[in-house]
Each structure stands twice: as structure tokens, then as C-alpha cells.
């Protein structure tokens, strides 16, 4: 009975080594040798110039939206492209239309300057 849960135990300590086993051993081997250039805060390369709480532009987060549309819908491709073998002529057109609407998508977002970085 037990025996079935063996590879459950498995993956969740093999998970466990890889999340903490580098940052353990980050610790262990890395200097610790804080200066002032380390230590002061930053935001995306450079000093921080106003309030934390500014307002960022709406095309940031439509960037970032976009990225992980387009990104998640890119992640279908890999399990389609296993079993293209055993789904037919079907699956593969149903793929087809589902990158009609994909395409057009992105041309409709091109089209509208929602890519375009001022």
C-alpha cells in the first residue's frame, strides 16, 4: 500500500533539492561582502528619481499582457505537435484555425500600435 506512494514522496523531495539545495549552497560558498554600491536600492538599473508610487503607462501592462497571451498560446503548440500523429486531418485543422485567430490577433495589435515603444 505504501509502496504506491513512493514516487510521490520522490518528486516532492527531489523538488525540495532543487528549490533549496541552491540557495543553501549559494550561501555556503558565496562572499559576503556588502559595500554601499550592494547595499543601495534601485529600481531597473538606475537611482530611483521619484515616488514609488507614480503611475506607470497603460502600454507597459498591455506589453505584458500581450507577452503572456501570446506566450500561453505558443504553450498549446508542443502538445499538439506530440500527438499530431494520432489526431488526423481534424486536429490539424482545428490547430490551423486556432493560428488563423492567433495571426489575426497579432496583426489587429500591430495595426493599432499596441507593440509600438515611445
Do not use: T
Not at 89 to 105: P, Y
Amino acid at each position: 500500500m505504501l509502496e504506491n506512494y513512493f514516487p510521490i514522496l520522490l518528486f516532492i523531495l527531489v523538488g525540495l533539492a532543487v528549490g533549496v539545495g541552491p540557495l543553501v549552497l549559494g550561501k555556503l560558498v558565496s562572499p559576503h561582502k556588502p559595500d554601499a554600491a550592494k547595499n543601495s536600492p534601485y529600481e531597473c538599473g538606475f537611482e530611483a528619481f521619484e515616488d514609488a508610487r507614480m503611475k506607470f503607462d497603460v502600454r507597459y501592462y498591455l506589453v505584458a499582457i500581450l507577452f503572456i497571451l501570446f506566450d500561453l498560446e505558443i504553450a498549446f503548440l508542443f502538445p499538439w505537435a506530440v500527438v499530431i500523429q494520432d489526431i488526423g486531418l481534424s486536429g490539424f485543422i482545428a490547430m490551423m484555425f486556432f493560428l488563423g485567430v492567433l495571426v489575426i490577433g497579432f496583426i489587429y495589435e500591430w495595426m493599432k500600435g499596441a507593440l509600438e515603444w515611445d
